[in-house]
């Protein structure tokens, strides 16, 4: 089950969908006030748990693999933490256990939406990324509510659970592109020292969206993990 980030929606992970869906069951969700989501007041880290928690429940998903990316990284680790006996494994993308946000970001989505969106491709993309893929996730974001972006990013920089990463037992994969500038690579270094059964895959010539930006390595990444940690287990 794929989860996105701030201001992002199902469609960040349109390039596992073509590729790793003739294999594998995956779910992609669009949270509350997202993409094709029912708008919700009052969204928070525990109502994003909860609403995942749901569409487990809902679809008698007995063990999930969970894939969150930035603040769905948040996500999947706290969902992990509240439910661990539903969980098989984790897949960390461009996040961390800590996710402070600079405060130029969350002054630009109080104040000016467009200087944010503009901000957007020197901050989440590596410099040699195709115009396309940058305009496209531009335009799902220009499709959010400023103040729900602005919240995802408010719930990211209250978010710490760095004294319990280490309590993570079960396998997970920790995928990060090198040149990420909102989640660098020590966040996900510190992941890989602290979690007993993980593996990380650092992607060169990606940043914060690596899904997008090397999408071949991306999805061999999972495929090799799901093939050598779990398949059988
Ligand atoms: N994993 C491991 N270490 C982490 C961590 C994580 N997830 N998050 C923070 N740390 C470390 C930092 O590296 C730093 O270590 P250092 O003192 O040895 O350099 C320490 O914890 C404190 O860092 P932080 O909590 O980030 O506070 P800060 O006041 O130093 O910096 C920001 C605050 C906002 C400037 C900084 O977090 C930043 O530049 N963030 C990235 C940009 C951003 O906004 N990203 C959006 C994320 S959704």
Known sequence: M???????????????FEDLNLKYNLIS??????????SVSDLSL???????????ETLQIKKVILCGHSLGGAIAQSYYFNYPQN???LILVGTGGRLRVSPVILNALKSD?????ESIPLAAFYIKTNKS????????????????VYTDFSICDRFDTLDKTNTINIPCLI???????LTPLKYSTFFNEKIKNSKLVVIDKAAHMVMLEKPDEFNKAIQEFIENHLENK
């Open 175 to 181: 995928i990060i592109g090198k040149q990420d500038k």
């Open 113 to 117: 939406f467009q200087e944010y969106l």
């Open 29 to 38: 969700i669009d949270l509350p006030s997202h993409g094709n989501s029912e």
């Open 133 to 148: 893929i940058i305009n496209a996730i531009i335009e799902d974001t220009s499709r959010i509510p400023q103040e729900v």
């Open 87 to 89: 969980v098989k494994a």
């Open 46 to 56: 525990e109502l994003y748990v909860n609403v995942i928690n749901g569409l487990i």
């Open 2 to 16: 794929f989860i996105h980030g701030s201001g992002e929606n199902s469609n960040l992970w349109k390039e596992q």
